[in-house]
């Protein structure tokens, strides 16, 4: 059997969709530490929503989360922050060779499913009966993905 070994670094850090919980300040603080736990050589990769939507369907996903008219958590700073924002952040942090690859997203829930989701994301019910047409028609579609990753 192995021995965990404390002293060592890691060869990767990854999250998805802890970016969008933090606020810029926390994201730069995340990445040092992340900076200090991997090795040199070690990979950092984060996904996360995009902010921009490229369709109604994301658009109404993304105001249904952020707008304190309709959400019952409105974000603290935003609903994902911006590829370039990441990316500058990460470089800051001393990550090199940063690189964005956008992943379609695909996924929509129409009718009864959408108006299921706004409840388990504490979305108001002003919001379902405000969009209703717009939620049996097109539905909600989950924003592409952004994946960025870093080397230390």
Avoid: K, Y
Avoid at 107 to 115: H, K, L
């Amino acid at each position: 059997m192995r021995r965990l070994d404390l002293g060592r670094r890691s060869r990767a850090v990854v999250s998805c969709e802890f970016l969008s919980e933090l606020t810029s300040a926390e994201m730069t603080g995340f990445f040092e530490a992340c900076s200090r736990v991997l090795a040199v050589g070690g990979v950092t990769t984060h996904l996360f929503l995009a902010p921009v939507p490229r369709n109604a369907s994301q658009r109404l996903t993304i105001d249904a989360d952020t707008d304190p008219r309709w959400t019952r958590h409105p974000p603290r700073e935003w609903f994902s922050p911006t590829p370039e924002l990441v990316a500058a952040s990460l470089s800051q942090c001393g990550f090199r060779r940063v690189r964005l690859q956008t992943l379609r997203s695909r996924i929509r829930m129409v009718g009864r499913a959408a108006q299921a989701q706004l409840r388990r994301w504490g979305v108001r019910e002003t919001f379902a009966r405000e969009h209703r047409r717009l939620l049996n028609g097109e539905g909600l579609e989950l924003p592409d993905w952004m994946m960025l990753s870093a080397t230390r």
